[in-house]
């Protein structure tokens, strides 16, 4: 039955398609003939005339548009279907066929990471490295590299400036791509190779095939495309938002630009007369459009209702770069970055709602990746700054948001250890994890029994360590901290111990005035509303620390990483926010999260979730939900809404950077061989 209906509707479309092609001749003899006669009054007639001609041109023009303008007034045409199609995935398919093919074939399972066998390796010497590339003369922000007479662009900058799409991919020394193709086969695989902070793609084929002229001045490289001009632009309403399509001469590079709008920017020439002839129309999404030339490109400029964004792609004979505008822009993909190192981005569905959700999956081992903390300000606790920034100072392959921190005072909050060296202590028994460099995970709810005795006999716990939580009680602050300490809180008394004997002890003012050393064979105590205790640390006396893990597993693992709460535990949810201490705003919110997990066979997967399809972000009970449906049998929240970012490749890959928050920590992932 469904095969019978499936072939009524193609001969209903191909019968639809023969009765279009004399409107569509029509159309195509009648935006000849205004091009002509423009041409021929800009040589002979006189300025009015011209003038009064144009008004009857600009109108052919929007006579032409309309066909575009009008979603139901389409016809069967090629320039028309893809205004009729639903989706990407079925224009498509109709290019090749007329069978409906789907996006991407990416289970909605747990998967194994294929072993490795790269061409390239990640020390190859660099011959020539540069970072900036210009485009028919616009030079804009990119690293590239030759090598052995082979231009390499970064994969992000060469999909950024060049709207080439890239393609699932297994092996990470080749990557599939696709630009302006013919078919849905119609892809070209580019080898790859990568160093310490990005991949690059060996564009020599691409160029080739593509007709584009490349060299290289000092640090900039020179990529002329051949010219393309614009020769419409229209716009149809769909079911899951608004379609623009713009039809070009020949192949085209754009870029893509978010601020309170979308700048879009494509490097083909548009003629002030088209400009002049479109009309936006009633949208869906889209809130405003405007179209203009500058400097030989054309520029749209797109403002969106909330939570909607483009999604662009181009297509081949002919030549059209295509803008959807939708609430699910993100596309599906699963690339092979480098060995150990998967990027992977899908959308998960709970009941009615679909998630998008950007993924690292790795497993980090001594010979191809390393995981370790990152944080904003190398030599203290205190900070916060983006994580790119953080990622690229600590030249990282990738890297995301981590832990919580106080935003005023950018203290941190939960448990960050880096190398057997405290740098935050854990708070409130919250999840945490723990790893080593061979990978081994372990996840649970964290806490560090810590307390000091006096030479008097006399024990005190201490509270937290290099913490910015603050309670009544003793403190202890290390190295870790920084070189020094300021008072969190006023009148605070500092105790220092050097080599298990007090050397010193004073009494500190306002909060944030003065600062006590930190000494390296030693640490600080901190009385805060103590004052009764400091009898107990007189200069010279012995102080013992006593200090225990809780579990005493997380003892055994060089790094650690607070957050919370703790989502799953061998395969089963166990969210208990509240026993977390965490607040009732926080239980019940929706936000952007970033999270982690680990799989049954060890593979970690590291991911941010994003606002669902059409509405706001997921609550933690679905975040544990979700972990749980990619594959995590252990899974731990961490810091998220504005704070949730990940970093690939010298950009973020998951939101723009104007609506990222700084952040005080980060997990940084390093490629290892340089």
Not at 553 to 578: C, E, H, K, T
Not at 635 to 664: E, F, H, K
């Amino acid at each position: 039955m469904k095969s019978s209906s499936r072939s009524r509707q193609v001969s209903l479309h191909r019968a639809q398609r023969r009765r279009s092609e004399a409107g569509s001749g029509a159309n195509s003899i009648l935006a000849q003939c205004a091009q002509k006669i423009v041409s021929w009054l800009m040589h002979r007639r006189s300025v009015n005339q011209v003038i009064a001609l144009s008004l009857l041109t600009g109108i052919g023009w929007a006579i032409i548009n309309s066909v575009g303008l009008q979603p139901q007034a389409v016809t069967g045409s090629p320039a028309d279907d893809l205004l009729s199609a639903s989706g990407r995935s079925e224009m498509r398919s109709e290019m090749r066929s007329e069978t409906v093919l789907p996006t991407l074939n990416v289970p909605d399972i747990a998967f194994q990471l294929q072993p490795f066998s790269p061409i390239a390796q990640a020390n190859d010497a660099t011959e020539i490295s540069g970072n900036r590339i210009q485009i028919n003369g616009n030079a804009l922000p990119g690293l590239w590299q030759q090598k052995n007479g082979q231009i390499g662009i970064s994969t992000t900058a060469l999909t950024n400036l060049t709207g080439l799409e890239l393609l699932s991919a297994t092996n990470p020394a080749q990557q599939p791509v696709r630009w302006f193709a013919s078919t849905q086969d119609d892809t070209i695989t580019l080898p790859a190779w990568w160093d310490a902070t990005d991949r690059y793609l060996n564009v020599s084929d691409l160029a080739q095939r593509a007709n584009w002229r490349i060299q290289t001045t000092g640090t900039t490289l020179q990529i002329t495309l051949p010219p393309s001009q614009v020769n419409g632009i229209r716009q149809g309403k769909q079911t899951w938002g608004d379609r623009l399509v713009i039809d070009l001469t020949g192949p085209a590079a754009w870029q893509t630009d978010a601020a309170d709008s979308y700048t879009i920017t494509v490097t083909g020439t548009i003629t002030r007369q088209m400009v002049a002839a479109f009309r936006a129309i009633p949208a869906n999404l889209i809130t405003r459009l405007d179209v203009a030339p500058l400097g030989g490109n054309t520029i749209l400029k797109i403002k969106t209702k909330e939570g909607a964004s483009p999604q662009i792609w181009s297509t081949g004979s002919p030549n059209r770069v295509v803008i959807d505008i939708r609430q699910d822009s993100m596309v599906e993909k699963d690339v092979a970055w480098a060995p150990g190192l998967r990027w992977r981005q899908q959308y998960v569905s709970l009941g009615a709602s679909r998630f998008p959700v950007y993924m690292f999956i790795t497993r980090p081992n001594p010979t191809t990746l390393a995981l370790r903390p990152i944080q904003a300000n190398p030599g203290s606790a205190i900070g916060a700054e983006p994580i790119v920034t953080q990622a690229q100072r600590q030249r990282a392959t990738g890297a995301i948001n981590a832990g919580f921190f106080n935003r005023n005072n950018q203290l941190p909050l939960g448990a960050v250890r880096s190398g057997g060296q405290w740098i935050s202590g854990p708070i409130l028994g919250r999840g945490a994890m723990a790893w080593n460099d061979q990978g081994d995970l372990i996840m649970d709810r964290f806490a560090l029994s810590e307390s000091v005795t006096a030479s008097s006999g006399q024990t005190f716990p201490v509270l937290s360590v290099n913490s910015g939580y603050v309670q009544a009680g003793i403190a202890r602050y290390t190295s870790g901290w920084g070189a020094s300490y300021s008072p969190i809180v006023d009148s605070e008394i500092v105790v220092t111990v050097r080599n298990d004997a007090v050397a010193s002890q004073q009494r500190m003012g306002k909060a944030g005035s003065g600062s006590v050393p930190i000494p390296a064979d030693g640490y600080l105590l901190a009385l805060r509303s103590n004052s009764g205790a400091a009898g107990n640390f007189a200069s010279g006396s012995i102080v013992n620390l006593s200090s225990q893990s809780q579990p005493a597993s997380f003892d055994q693992y060089p790094n650690v990483m607070g957050g919370g709460p703790l989502l799953v535990r061998d395969n089963r949810i166990v969210l208990n926010a509240q026993l977390e201490g965490f607040s009732t705003n926080f239980i019940q919110g929706t936000a952007p999260r970033t999270a982690v997990g680990k799989m049954a066979d060890g593979t970690w997967i590291i991911a941010t979730i994003h606002d669902r399809a059409g509405g706001r972000g997921p609550t933690l009970a679905e975040t544990a939900q979700i972990m749980q449906q990619i594959g995590a049998m252990d899974a731990l929240n961490l810091d998220g809404g504005s704070s949730s970012s990940m970093y690939l490749g010298g950009q973020l890959i998951n939101r723009s950077p104007r609506t990222v928050a700084r952040v005080n920590n980060g997990l940084g992932l390093f490629v290892i061989g340089q």
